[in-house]
């Protein structure tokens, strides 16, 4: 694991002979800074955000093939899509429930696995699986009737802080003036950079091949995952009209090679993954989109607002921190960061400002909690999962096993994944 210091923030080159000003400032056109964006313009603060493109909008999903960038979304995050008035706008034919999780040790034993199910958490369902274009374009039609919500096509240049806010100087040479600032620009984060916030980080030396798949057998609303001895694991998330969605976490030098199959040569490598366990819980499997790889990696912002003396930018998703997918809450952790400053900013004392110091320490307060056990608990399980020593290959098939037969136990990890916002 490597820490690495970002540069300090610097002083704007020009002179700007005119600044527009706004309340807040939202850098980032992602789904967690278009929901953040569109939360803040409700609260009745005038917002602005900066991303390139973002004036374009997102067009809806539509045929018999699902998108690539597919997400399980938690009831965190359906509570703040409620929040925000999209949730009964989405298309629901185009999401699946997911009512069951089944997770698979890596020697084939049937002990040696974890069944979570939401009737015996007394919940209606675990999950939703659904595109990330579908989401970001129903956030999309929101926030064109919004009018507290304006969206700038470009991109930062440098900025400022000061006394009264954040000004930023962007490419295009306009200069934005705002009370807060909200970094929502990606693992990679220029603001996180210009502030002077260092991360950790730590490659898993994986790529993640994320590819749709036709199903002959139904799939029961159950998501699946594969502990492999190789150390790799396999994901099939469920999607509508018999449909998978698989990601595969292995070596960047397998993730090439399973580029280059063609559909004959997939099925033929399906056949037999996890001593042919997937095809005898999901059938024939027949590859319906084009296979994409993207590497993966740990990462953690070492303060969650900034700058240290005068803290009013907050950093929110990606830009604060990054997991692995296999827990399959990296989305929904992002949005429980725009929950959480939501409520912050809704419910505070009539007295303190915006970027009042005390309201960003709580947001990253309470966020540090959060997001610490999530990291910790799916670095570990990665880590355990891949190590190839005797007794790290019992301990961690005990361990499904074990799990699976207490129910308090269960129940916890499903509170944990399910997560909790709280708008009232």
């Given at each position: 694991?490597?820490?690495?210091?970002?540069?300090?923030?610097?002083?704007?080159?020009?002179?700007?002979?005119?600044?527009?000003?706004?309340?807040?400032?939202?850098?980032?056109?992602?789904?967690?800074?278009?929901?953040?964006?569109?939360?803040?313009?409700?609260?009745?603060?005038?917002?602005?955000?900066?991303?390139?493109?973002?004036?374009?909008?997102?067009?809806?999903?539509?045929?018999?093939?699902?998108?690539?960038?597919?997400?399980?979304?938690?009831?965190?995050?359906?509570?703040?899509?409620?929040?925000?008035?999209?949730?009964?706008?989405?298309?629901?034919?185009?999401?699946?429930?997911?009512?069951?999780?089944?997770?698979?040790?890596?020697?084939?034993?049937?002990?040696?696995?974890?069944?979570?199910?939401?009737?015996?958490?007394?919940?209606?369902?675990?999950?939703?699986?659904?595109?990330?274009?579908?989401?970001?374009?129903?956030?999309?039609?929101?926030?064109?009737?919004?009018?507290?919500?304006?969206?700038i096509d470009d991109s930062l240049d440098d900025l400022k802080i000061d006394a009264d806010g954040v000004t930023l100087h962007l490419h295009s040479g306009i200069y934005l003036h705002a009370k807060l600032l909200?970094?929502?620009?990606?693992?990679?984060?220029?603001?996180?950079?210009?502030?002077?916030?260092?991360?950790?980080?730590?490659?898993?030396?994986?790529?993640?091949?994320?590819?749709?798949?036709?199903?002959?057998?139904?799939?029961?609303?159950?998501?699946?995952?594969?502990?492999?001895?190789?150390?790799?694991?396999?994901?099939?998330?469920?999607?509508?009209?018999?449909?998978?969605?698989?990601?595969?976490?292995?070596?960047?030098?397998?993730?090439?090679?399973?580029?280059?199959?063609?559909?004959?040569?997939?099925?033929?490598?399906?056949?037999?993954?996890?001593?042919g366990a997937i095809t005898q819980a999901l059938g024939q499997l027949t590859i319906n989109s084009i296979p994409a790889a993207f590497p993966l990696r740990k990462m953690r912002a070492s303060r969650f607002i900034?700058?240290?003396?005068?803290?009013?930018?907050?950093?929110?998703?990606?830009?604060?921190?990054?997991?692995?997918?296999?827990?399959?809450?990296?989305?929904?952790?992002?949005?429980?960061?725009?929950?959480?400053?939501?409520?912050?900013?809704?419910?505070?004392?009539?007295?303190?400002?915006?970027?009042?110091?005390?309201?960003?320490?709580?947001?990253?307060?309470?966020?540090?909690?959060?997001?610490?056990?999530?990291?910790?608990?799916t670095d570990k399980l990665k880590k355990l999962f891949s190590g190839t020593s005797t007794t790290e290959m019992q301990l961690r098939n005990w361990g499904l096993g074990l799990v699976n037969r207490s129910h308090?136990?269960?129940?916890?990890?499903?509170?944990?994944?399910?997560?909790?916002?709280?708008?009232?």
């Amino acid at each position: 694991m490597s820490e690495v210091q970002a540069h300090q923030p610097s002083k704007l080159s020009k002179n700007p002979s005119s600044i527009r000003s706004v309340d807040v400032l939202v850098v980032g056109g992602g789904v967690v800074g278009k929901a953040c964006a569109l939360g803040l313009a409700q609260l009745g603060l005038h917002t602005a955000q900066v991303a390139p493109g973002i004036d374009k909008l997102i067009a809806a999903p539509a045929g018999p093939q699902w998108g690539q960038r597919i997400y399980a979304f938690s009831p965190s995050t359906q509570k703040l899509l409620a929040r925000l008035q999209i949730w009964d706008a989405i298309d629901q034919s185009r999401m699946q429930i997911v009512r069951d999780m089944r997770i698979f040790g890596d020697r084939g034993q049937q002990n040696d696995s974890l069944h979570l199910s939401a009737f015996e958490a007394g919940t209606p369902q675990l999950a939703w699986i659904g595109e990330s274009n579908l989401i970001e374009h129903t956030l999309d039609q929101a926030s064109r009737f919004q009018s507290k919500l304006e969206r700038i096509d470009d991109s930062l240049d440098d900025l400022k802080i000061d006394a009264d806010g954040v000004t930023l100087h962007l490419h295009s040479g306009i200069y934005l003036h705002a009370k807060l600032l909200i970094a929502a620009d990606g693992a990679n984060s220029p603001i996180r950079s210009l502030l002077g916030i260092s991360h950790s980080e730590e490659s898993y030396e994986q790529n993640a091949v994320v590819v749709n798949l036709t199903c002959s057998r139904a799939h029961l609303e159950t998501a699946y995952q594969w502990f492999l001895p190789s150390g790799d694991i396999v994901a099939m998330l469920p999607l509508p009209n018999q449909q998978v969605s698989m990601v595969w976490s292995s070596s960047p030098e397998k993730a090439d090679y399973l580029l280059k199959l063609d559909q004959s040569e997939w099925a033929a490598e399906l056949s037999t993954l996890a001593d042919g366990a997937i095809t005898q819980a999901l059938g024939q499997l027949t590859i319906n989109s084009i296979p994409a790889a993207f590497p993966l990696r740990k990462m953690r912002a070492s303060r969650f607002i900034g700058p240290d003396d005068n803290p009013t930018v907050a950093l929110i998703g990606d830009a604060a921190h990054v997991m692995h997918p296999l827990a399959g809450q990296g989305l929904n952790l992002g949005l429980r960061d725009v929950a959480t400053l939501l409520h912050i900013l809704g419910k505070r004392e009539s007295f303190r400002p915006i970027n009042d110091k005390v309201l960003l320490r709580r947001y990253e307060r309470q966020r540090q909690g959060d997001t610490s056990a999530l990291l910790w608990i799916t670095d570990k399980l990665k880590k355990l999962f891949s190590g190839t020593s005797t007794t790290e290959m019992q301990l961690r098939n005990w361990g499904l096993g074990l799990v699976n037969r207490s129910h308090f136990i269960k129940r916890r990890l499903i509170e944990r994944a399910l997560g909790d916002v709280d708008f009232e």
